[in-house]
Nanobody
C-alpha cells in the first residue's frame, strides 16, 4: 500500500509563510481527492483544505485568503502554501488521501508571536 510523507513544517514568525508538501506513493494519486488537516495542541483535528481530481478546492473559513492547496499529479505531490501565518495556525499538519482514507504522519508548524 502507498504512503504519504509530509515535509516543509517548521518555526516561523507571525506574518510569515511556509509551504508544506505531501509526497504520495502509489499509482492512484491523480484520481484521488486530497486534503490537509491540522491538529492544534489539545484540540481536535480539522480539515483545513481539500482538492479534488479536477482541481476544485475548499477551505475552512479561518484560512480562506491565506492558504492555497494545489497538486502536481506528475510528481504525485500535494502542496499547502500558507501565508500571513498567525499563532493560532500552530498545529501538526497532516496530509490525507480522502478517497482511500490514508493519512500521513504529520509535520509540525509553529508560529511565534
Amino acid at each position: 500500500q502507498g504512503q504519504l510523507v509530509e515535509s516543509g513544517g517548521g518555526l516561523v514568525q507571525a506574518g510569515g509563510s511556509l509551504r508544506l508538501s505531501c509526497a504520495a506513493s502509489g499509482s492512484s494519486f491523480s484520481i484521488n481527492a486530497m486534503g490537509w488537516y491540522r491538529q492544534p495542541p489539545g484540540k481536535q483535528r480539522e480539515l483545513v483544505a481539500s482538492i479534488d481530481t479536477g482541481g476544485n478546492t475548499n477551505y475552512v473559513d479561518s484560512v480562506k485568503g491565506r492558504f492555497t492547496i494545489s497538486r502536481d499529479n506528475a510528481k504525485n505531490t500535494v502542496y499547502l502554501q500558507m501565508n500571513s501565518l498567525k499563532p493560532e495556525d500552530t498545529a501538526v499538519y497532516y496530509c490525507r488521501d480522502l478517497t482511500v482514507g490514508r493519512w500521513g504522519r504529520g509535520t509540525q508548524v509553529t508560529v511565534s508571536s
